[in-house]
């Protein structure tokens, strides 16, 4: 079936402005998250879905950044008033989370430039 | 929180040679430990997985040993090939509270030289 997606696959955005990332998880798969990979670096951890709950934001580094998944499927990550800082590969993982299967797949990445 | 970490940062070895990879984690209560591979602007691919259930679990050239005590855990290829010059990265997942995002270590950079 099909894989974890991620839209766009590449973002360049102006510093100070807001960006949209879009994860559409593998389907029936009810646990999302997000994670942000530095060059060189493991993924990090940001917020995690359960449904269409926000479970864990506790790796969302401030309030600027902010992820919805309202009909507990497709996730959008936002991201207000952008910063060089900001600047990494964002992934997108999801588990099927029943019947202790915790496998996480991942999507492509989005690669966000901020300059 | 999970703390996870690996080594070495980077590893050659010629083709057909083993080779492996450590990790350790700082919180008795991880219960599950994936390997990812990750080739260069490419997504990271799971290969292999353990529970803290069960020692080792071996997949064709690929296996993984789990040591609870001692809270380390590794990735064993055997019979390396060029195609598995990635970077490899192990993982923890809390079994309590309401963490359930997998902790990384920052990645083995493997070389198969032909």
Redesign the interface.
Known sequence: GAG?SQTPSNKVTEKGKYVELRCDPISGHT?L?W?RQSL??????LI?F?GTGA??D??LPNDRFFAVRPEGSVSTLKIQRTERGDSAVY?CAS?L?VGGR????????TRLTVT | GENVEQHPSTLSVQEGDSAVIKCTYSDSASNYFPWYKQELGKRPQLIIDIRSNVGEKKDQRIAVTLNKTAKHFSLHITETQPEDSAVYFCAARLSSGSARQLTFGSGTQLTVLP
């Open positions: 974890v646990a998250y994670y060189g670096q493991g993924p990090e951890f995690y359960q479970a864990d506790s790796g992934l588990s989370h915790y496998e996480q797949y991942f999507g492509p990445g």
